[in-house]
């Protein structure tokens, strides 16, 4: 598969989600960090800005967002003050759901 073809099954997936998932307030980045955190509890921001390739201000600005509408709690890393460390609320992971849901129906 060229890079091409790929470009274009990833903003037609990007598409495809962000319209399947408007109803819940929730954008592409934030429903790939919500995907993220469920399998990995308790991460650093810097973990998440490593493992998406993005500089640690965006995902510090997204974090911030997804903080405001309570999909997840940011703490102070009690081995480093200076680290935060991000896990998903309670709300953050009923999301993951509808977001398992609109990812399985876009692969088929």
């Avoid at 091409?4 to 990007?14: A, E, K, Q, T």
């Avoid at 408007?22 to 493992?51: C, F, N, P, W």
Wanted: hydrophobic share 35%; aromatic share 6%.
């Amino acid at each position: 598969m060229d890079m091409n073809s790929l470009s274009v099954i990833v903003r037609h997936s990007r598409t495809y989600l962000e319209r399947e998932l408007q109803h819940y307030d929730i954008g592409y980045s934030e429903e790939v960090i919500l995907m993220y955190l469920l399998d990995h509890a308790d991460v650093s921001q810097e973990t998440i800005s490593k493992h998406f390739i993005l500089d640690k201000g965006s995902i510090a600005k997204t974090m911030t967002k997804m903080e405001d509408k309570n999909l997840v709690h940011r703490y102070e890393n009690p081995a480093n003050k200076r680290e935060k460390l991000v896990s998903l609320t309670t709300t953050g992971e009923s999301l993951t759901i509808p977001c398992r849901q609109a990812l399985d129906k876009f692969h088929q």
